[in-house]
């Protein structure tokens, strides 16, 4: 028996591989992976390309609870009374408690970053964690990780260190047209969320070469002052490869009406402000697609953040360690805490040594719970095809000079742009992405300072003075969306209101 969530992308290569075929009888992707238990046992796991987590009962009699390594679906877990209980969600558990640590990791990182969850008892596994159930007791046998070994000085899918930058383009662009291929596997229509950067412009220009219809992709911009998108660069972007594009717009009347949904729907919390325009577009794309591809992950493989680039200097040049920012009025718990998540292992690169920080801790516990919560929250299922195992070991055997060059980083997802995508302007300086919540909430910052200190989910990440201090001292405004998504979290999850209910306990 196996009980999963996600994809298993490769399942027809397996099915051939392992001549299944005539043995199979339900269809799902997952089939075929009891087959191949049966034959190898734990071995088989590793034989996975996909996004999944799955409880497997084998005819053997282990029982197996499994993450992707990168951690693209959640799993939680609870042990109790010789009984372990599993689900995506924390909140099937009953309602949550508040935890100090967990509530200044919200208001600091904008994550958590604990295998402890605000449920008591409740475990989230790790990306790539393997556990076997014996006797009702959870037990850890390996963590599968994500990033493939060895990082420097070896061969990786055809790319030698040495290898020349048309070498490194022809087989990133065989890695990409294979990733993507796989990853539009579906009977349900799919398209996919285009920002106008790098990462989704590679996604979009590889969707069009290997579909004959035009590929539906959506894009958000924000109606406000000092907000800043990439529409423009999108729509330009679209007609050069015919996608069918769809613009929306998100507007203060969004952000109010949709921070409250987006605090219901990260049970395990992630105060990221990019979760309002994903929120967005999954409802409205809706209409029309079940499945979405997105560009995650090409930051973290191809080096594309700007402090990896500042982390690569000298220290004399202003060079830094890549590790958050953090508001001193919270302490430093939550950054000791990232640091201790944030080890790795020795001989790596300046830069591999921040990719592989940002693989460990931001990506599975912002950027892909987010993904995952705010598509789920609509039916849509999100899939990243950077996030591929073969896409990851081509990215981290290339040389540093072609993820950061100069001025740029994610310099190999560029070049190839230029040549595939003139339109996406490469080379040019972006814009970025920045949802104006500062504009939205001031005006209301005076009322957040008088009840916001009343939620004990938010007294726990700072106290009172403190919480007043962020909404009335301009100094701190980067805190105000954090501590006002914690306020309406633990309204919903701690206290058990509705997401209307607490957002009129907090404003109205």
Same mark, same amino acid.
């Given at each position: 028996?196996?009980?999963?969530?996600?994809?298993?992308?490769?399942?027809?290569?397996?099915?051939?591989?392992?001549?299944?075929?005539?043995?199979?009888?339900?269809?799902?992707?997952?089939?075929?992976?009891?087959?191949?238990?049966?034959?190898?046992?734990?071995?088989?796991? #590793?034989?996975?390309?996909?996004?999944?987590?799955?409880?497997?009962?084998?005819?053997?009699?282990?029982?197996?609870?499994?993450?992707?390594?990168?951690?693209?679906?959640?799993?939680?877990?609870?042990?109790?009374?010789?009984?372990?209980?599993?689900?995506?969600?924390?909140?099937?558990?009953?309602?949550?408690?508040?935890?100090?640590?967990?509530?200044?990791?919200?208001?600091?990182?904008?994550?958590?970053?604990?295998?402890?969850?605000?449920?008591?008892?409740?475990?989230?596994?790790?990306?790539?964690?393997?556990?076997?159930?014996?006797?009702?007791?959870?037990?850890?046998?390996?963590?599968?990780?994500?990033?493939?070994?060895?990082?420097?000085?070896?061969?990786?899918?055809?790319?030698?260190?040495?290898?020349?930058?048309?070498?490194?383009?022809?087989?990133?662009?065989?890695?990409?047209?294979?990733?993507?291929?796989?990853?539009?596997?579906?009977?349900?229509?799919?398209?996919?969320?285009?920002?106008?950067?790098?990462?989704?412009?590679?996604?979009?220009?590889?969707?069009?070469?290997?579909?004959?219809?035009?590929?539906?992709?959506?894009?958000?911009?924000?109606?406000?002052?000092?907000?800043?998108?990439?529409?423009?660069?999108?729509?330009?972007?679209?007609?050069?490869?015919?996608?069918?594009?769809?613009?929306?717009?998100?507007?203060?009347?969004?952000?109010?009406?949709?921070?409250?949904?987006?605090?219901?729907?990260? #049970?395990?919390?992630?105060?990221?402000?990019?979760?309002?325009?994903?929120?967005?577009?999954?409802?409205?794309?809706?209409?029309?697609?079940?499945?979405?591809?997105?560009?995650?992950?090409?930051?973290?493989?191809?080096?594309?953040?700007?402090?990896?680039?500042?982390?690569?200097?000298?220290?004399?040049?202003?060079?830094?360690?890549?590790?958050?920012?953090?508001?001193?009025?919270?302490?430093?718990?939550?950054?000791?805490?990232?640091?201790?998540?944030?080890?790795?292992?020795?001989?790596?690169?300046?830069?591999?040594?921040?990719?592989?920080?940002?693989?460990?801790?931001?990506?599975?516990?912002?950027?892909?719970?987010?993904?995952?919560?705010?598509?789920?929250?609509?039916?849509?299922?999100?899939?990243?095809?950077?996030? #591929?195992?073969?896409?990851?070991?081509?990215?981290?055997?290339?040389?540093?000079?072609?993820?950061?060059?100069?001025?740029?980083?994610?310099?190999?997802?560029?070049?190839?742009?230029?040549?595939?995508?003139?339109?996406?302007?490469?080379?040019?300086?972006?814009?970025?992405?920045?949802?104006?919540?500062?504009?939205?909430?001031?005006?209301?910052?005076?009322?957040?300072?008088?009840?916001?200190?009343?939620?004990?989910?938010?007294?726990?990440?700072?106290?009172?003075?403190?919480?007043?201090?962020?909404?009335?001292?301009?100094?701190?405004?980067?805190?105000?969306?954090?501590?006002?998504?914690?306020?309406?979290?633990?309204?919903?999850?701690?206290?058990?209101?509705?997401?209307?209910?607490?957002?009129?306990?907090?404003?109205?």
């Amino acid at each position: 028996t196996i009980i999963g969530n996600g994809e298993i992308y490769n399942y027809l290569e397996l099915t051939e591989e392992f001549q299944l075929k005539s043995k199979l009888s339900t269809g799902s992707d997952f089939e075929p992976l009891l087959h191949i238990y049966a034959q190898e046992g734990e071995a088989a796991f #590793d034989r996975l390309r996909g996004m999944y987590a799955f409880c497997l009962i084998g005819a053997d009699g282990r029982t197996w609870l499994v993450r992707d390594p990168f951690g693209i679906k959640p799993l939680y877990i609870h042990a109790r009374n010789g009984a372990v209980a599993f689900s995506s969600e924390p909140r099937s558990f009953g309602q949550a408690k508040v935890v100090s640590a967990i509530s200044n990791q919200v208001a600091a990182l904008h994550y958590t970053l604990e295998n402890e969850t605000a449920w008591p008892g409740v475990i989230r596994l790790e990306p790539g964690e393997v556990i076997e159930i014996v006797d009702g007791v959870p037990k850890r046998h390996r963590v599968r990780t994500a990033i493939p070994s060895p990082l420097r000085g070896g061969a990786g899918v055809g790319v030698r260190a040495a290898a020349s930058d048309d070498d490194a383009l022809r087989e990133l662009d065989r890695v990409l047209e294979d990733s993507i291929k796989v990853h539009q596997r579906s009977d349900v229509p799919y398209g996919l969320f285009l920002s106008g950067g790098i990462d989704s412009a590679t996604v979009a220009t590889m969707m069009a070469r290997l579909n004959t219809r035009p590929v539906v992709a959506y894009t958000c911009g924000f109606d406000a002052e000092g907000a800043r998108d990439e529409r423009a660069q999108a729509e330009r972007i679209a007609k050069q490869l015919n996608l069918d594009w769809n613009n929306v717009s998100f507007g203060e009347e969004d952000f109010w009406a949709i921070v409250p949904q987006v605090a219901w729907a990260t #049970d395990d919390p992630v105060a990221d402000y990019a979760c309002l325009p994903t929120y967005k577009l999954a409802q409205q794309a809706k209409s029309r697609l079940t499945v979405v591809l997105t560009g995650e992950g090409g930051d973290e493989l191809f080096g594309g953040y700007s402090r990896y680039r500042r982390a690569q200097r000298p220290k004399w040049l202003g060079g830094r360690v890549a590790e958050p920012q953090t508001d001193a009025v919270l302490g430093t718990s939550a950054i000791e805490a990232w640091r201790k998540h944030a080890t790795q292992p020795n001989g790596l690169t300046t830069l591999q040594q921040a990719q592989y920080a940002d693989i460990a801790t931001w990506l599975p516990n912002d950027l892909l719970l987010k993904l995952d919560r705010m598509l789920m929250a609509h039916g849509l299922e999100g899939r990243t095809p950077f996030l #591929d195992p073969e896409v990851a070991a081509f990215a981290f055997h290339l040389p540093d000079t072609l993820k950061t060059r100069g001025k740029f980083g994610k310099y190999i997802l560029r070049a190839w742009l230029e040549k595939n995508c003139p339109a996406a302007e490469p080379w040019a300086k972006k814009k970025g992405f920045t949802v104006p919540v500062a504009n939205w909430i001031a005006p209301r910052a005076a009322d957040l300072a008088k009840t916001l200190p009343n939620v004990e989910a938010v007294r726990a990440a700072a106290s009172a003075d403190t919480i007043r201090a962020i909404f009335t001292d301009e100094a701190h405004a980067a805190l105000r969306y954090p501590m006002l998504f914690l306020g309406l979290w633990g309204r919903i999850h701690t206290e058990g209101m509705s997401p209307k209910a607490a957002r009129t306990s907090l404003f109205r």
